[in-house]
C-alpha cells in the first residue's frame, strides 16, 4: 500500500486501533464466562497471571518495534527473522486464520444478543441469524474495498460510542455494589460444583488469551504511523486502558447476583447482569453497545485479517496473488479470501453445540502460537545482544521480559487443553498448501531444514489425530 501522508496514523488513531481490537465480543461474556469458572479470589488470580504475562508480550512489542524498526509487517515478520521462512509462514497463516475465526464469533454475538428480542435468532446459529451474518459480512467486505483510511476513521469513531455503554455498567454496579454478596461468592459461592483453585484458574485462561487479542494492533499497522515511537506506546496505553474495563467488568457483577445465577445467563451476560439491576432497559442498553462494539471490532480485524495475508504476500511467504491491491490502495485478494473463509466457517456454526464457545477458544489456541514466536525472537534478540549496541543496559531487562512472555504463551497453550491443540492443527495442516503454493511461484524448495520438516510433521500427525477424534466423538465441537 501508499505509504504518503494520508496514510499516516497519529498516536490516537493507533492507541484506537489497539482498543478497537481488543474491546470486541469478549468483554460483554465475561460475567458468564468467569462466573462459570471461579469465584471472584479465582478470577483475580486468573487476571493477574493473564494480565501480567499480556504485559510481559506487550513489552516485547514495544522493545522489537523500536529496536527492529525494519521489521513493519506486525506479528509474522519477527517469526520468520527469528526462525526461517516456513515458521515465518505458520506465524502468518495462524494469526491470519485465528482472526478469520474470531470474526466469526462476532456475528455469532451479535445474533445471540438480537435472539433476546427475536426468537428467531436463537444462539446465534440458526439458519436465520446465519442469512443474516452473511448479508453482514459483505456489506462490510465492500465498504472496506472503498479504501483503508475511511475504514480506519470509522474504526476510531466506534471505538469511543462502544466505550461508553461499558463505563456506564461498571458506574451502575459500582452504585449498587453490595459488600455482603461479593464476600458470600468470593471463595467460589454456593450452588456451583466443586472444583481446585487451579482448575478454576485453568478454565479461564483461554478466555483471558481471547479478550487480550488486539494488543498487537498497533504493530500491524506500525508501517502507517506518523512516529515509530508511537508503535510502543499505543500497545501500552491501550493495554493498559482495556485490562482496568476488563476486571471491573469480571469482578463486579459478584457484588450484585449470586455467582450461579451469573454462571446461567445467556450471552452476552453483560446485558443479563444490568437487566437484573435496573431492568429490561439494561439489557436493551448492552445489548446496543455489544451490537456497536462487536462491529466496530469486526471492521478492525477484517483490516488486520486482509493487511496480514496482504503482507506475506508481499514478502513471498504467502502466494502472490494476495500481494495485489486495488485502486483504492486495499489489497482486494487477500479480503477475498479472508471473507470467503470468514463465510465458510459461520455456516459451519450450524452443526456446532456452542458456537461461540467454539470460535473464542479456537481463535486463542490459534493466535498464541504466532504470539510464542514473538516472545521467542525476543528472547533471541536479548541473547544474542543484537541491537543492543545502544542501550546496552536494558538487555537483562529485555531478556527477563521476554522469557516471563515465552513462558506465559507456553502456559496457556497447555492450559488450553489437547483439544485445540489438535483443532489448531487440522487448520496449520491443509493450509501449508499455500506455503507449497508460494515456494512453487518462486522456484525455491519447499522445506529449508530439518526442523521444517519436523514441524511439518507434527501438525500433519496433529491434523489426523484430530480428524479420528471428530470421528469417534472424542472430540465435539
Known sequence: MASDSTQKFSLFALTAMVVGSMVGAGIFSLPRTFGNATGPFGAIIAWCIAG???YMLARVFQALAERKPDLDAGVFAYAKAG??????FLSAFG??????IGNVSYWVLIKSTLGAFFPVFGDGNTIPAIAIASIGIWLFHFMILRGIQQAAFINTVVTIAKVVPILAFILILFVVFKADMFRANFWGGVGMPDASLFQQVRATML???FVFIGIEGASNYS???TKRSDVGKATLMGFAGVSALMVLVTLLPYAVLPRAEIAGMGQPSMAGVLQAVVGQWGAVFVSLGVIVSVLGAYLAWSLVCAEVLFIAARTNDM???????NPNKVPAAALWLTNIVVQLFVISTYWSQDAFALMLNLTSAMSLIPYLFVAAFGVLLARRAET???RPQELSRDLIIASVAAIYTLFMIAAGGLKFVLLSALLYAPGTLLYFWARREQGKQVFNTTADWVIFAVAAIGCIAALI???TGYITI
Open 388 to 390: 543492543y549496541e545502544i
Open 95 to 100: 494469526y491470519w486464520i485465528g482472526s478469520c
Open 469 to 471: 477424534g471428530l470421528a
Open 223 to 225: 508501517r502507517y504511523a
Open 319 to 325: 502466494p502472490k496473488l494476495f500481494a495485489t491491491e
Open 207 to 209: 478466555a483471558t488469551v
Open 52 to 54: 501480567g504475562g499480556m
Open 83 to 88: 526462525f526461517g521462512d516456513y515458521p515465518g
